[in-house]
Nanobody
Framework: QVQLVESGGGLVQAGGSLRLSCAAS????????MGWFRQAPGTEREFVAA????????YYKDSVKGRFTISRDSAKNTVYLQMNSLKPEDTAVYYC??????????????WGQGTQVTVSS
């Protein structure tokens, strides 16, 4: 059974940092593109960042470029999202997701349960 488990969320003041982790199990995700998405109350889930199967290529939502960094440790089957200079508008539930292929555009077939990130002003 494929599982993605996020951790690292919490409450932080504006300007602060958090690092989210996504531990994958049930298969080896090192061959597949992975990504982070988020959903704020009353809004649709939106793309945040993606990383290629090799870790060589990354892609970001415009509003997080220069502040967020996605990375992966294939040996640990884990993907990270380092979030710096956080803003109140970054407040959302953050989800880790995995594709069944190498295309960072998806589709994303596997999802974690989400971790709450709250940024206070």
């Amino acid at each position: 059974q494929v599982q993605l488990v996020e951790s690292g969320g919490g409450l932080v003041q504006a300007g602060g940092s958090l690092r989210l982790s996504c531990a994958a199990s049930g298969r080896t995700f090192s061959r597949y593109a992975m990504g982070w998405f988020r959903q704020a109350p009353g809004t649709e889930r939106e793309f945040v960042a993606a990383i290629s199967w090799s870790g060589t290529n990354t892609y970001y939502k415009d509003s997080v470029k220069g502040r967020f960094t996605i990375s992966r440790d294939s040996a640990k089957n884990t993907v990270y999202l380092q979030m710096n200079s956080l803003k109140p508008e970054d407040t959302a539930v953050y989800y880790c997701a995995a594709t069944n292929g190498r295309d960072m555009a998806g589709p994303y077939d596997y999802w974690g349960q989400g971790t709450q990130v709250t940024v206070s002003s």
